[in-house]
């Protein structure tokens, strides 16, 4: 049995961010190429088709969210997801299609 949550307006808050940062496609799908493993932002752009300033802009989206975390090397960005369970968001998004 869960506890019992006291969420707060903060929380929705916070809960509501994340859900803004994954309403792009483009972002989705930045999320699903990283579900394979982490990826420079040079990859990211031929597998997105966007310019790298675009992709850069989506990947700050999602980690000021919180769902992708950054490590740069050299001049290189790699990113990854920072917590995997958002690929769960996915498989319930589907499952709401499926239902309609």
């Known amino acids: 049995m869960q506890p019992i ?3 707060t307006a903060e929380d929705f808050a916070r809960r509501a961010q994340v859900m803004k940062a994954l309403g792009h496609p483009s972002r989705l799908r930045l999320v699903d190429e990283l579900s394979r493993g982490e990826r420079c932002v040079c990859d990211l752009t031929q597998v997105i088709g966007h310019d790298m300033s675009t992709v850069s802009k989506h ?4 980690r000021k969210a919180g769902i992708v975390v950054d490590d740069k ?3 290189q960005v790699f990113y990854r997801l920072k917590v995997p369970c958002v690929l769960n968001f996915f498989h319930c998004v589907d499952a709401v ?3 309609r």
């Open 59 to 62: 990947l700050r989206v999602l």
């Open 97 to 99: 299609l499926d239902a």
């Open 73 to 75: 090397r050299g001049l």
């Open 5 to 7: 949550r006291t969420d």
